[in-house]
């Protein structure tokens, strides 16, 4: 799935709160501050960028730092300094209380709450099965796809596929 601004924005909050965690100015780069933004996130996957010689989330992590320079939420009048701004400081203390990651689980129980008509689209494990029986020549066992079922909303991006599909059909 191609990456964009609407994957990007999913980045900003965390990196403002990490860079806020760092003493609100980091050199980069700095691995324990890539950890803890990584960490936030909830990104687990390792898919590595070969063109950018770098992993695919950290390449999208530059780009919404130049995106929060370009907002005013972060100062990029120093190469190689991440530093946040009294604006930046200022929206992370407005909109962080409303930040949360969604876990498949989280989005699992809202689908269990919600009516058979309110949902949309559901991926079920026999879903992943029939993947990996394509792909594989095999069912996954048991840890296998408890790990997959796990993996996967880092993949999925429901905001920008709502979106494409909108832009699309109307």
């Known amino acids: 799935m191609p990456h964009g601004k609407l994957q990007r924005q999913k ?3 965390p990196l403002l709160k990490t ?3 760092f003493g609100g100015e980091v050199k980069v780069p700095d691995l324990a501050f890539y950890e803890a933004i990584r960490q936030l996130l909830g990104i687990t996957g390792r898919e ?4 950018h010689a770098k992993p695919k989330w950290l390449y999208e992590l530059q780009w919404v730092r130049y995106d929060l320079v370009q907002k005013g939420d972060m100062d990029g009048s120093k190469r190689a300094i ?6 930046g400081r200022a929206r992370l203390k407005s909109e962080w209380g ?4 969604v876990s498949l689980e989280d989005s699992l129980g809202a689908q269990a709450s919600l009516g058979r008509a309110d949902v949309v689209y559901v991926l079920t494990k026999e879903d992943i099965q029939t993947v990996a029986r394509r792909s594989l020549g095999r ?3 048991d840890p296998e796809l ?3 079922a796990k993996e996967l909303p880092n993949f999925i991006d ?3 596929a709502v979106d494409i599909t909108i832009s699309n059909t109307l």
Do not use: M
Request: glycine content about 4%; charged content about 40%.
């Open 11 to 13: 980045y900003e909050l």
């Open 19 to 21: 860079l806020e965690e």
């Open 48 to 51: 590595f960028d070969p063109i």
């Open 82 to 87: 991440w530093k946040l701004t009294d604006q």
């Open 98 to 101: 409303n930040y949360r990651r």
């Open 139 to 141: 069912e996954l066992t």
């Open 146 to 148: 408890e790990g997959v």
């Open 158 to 160: 429901w905001f920008e």
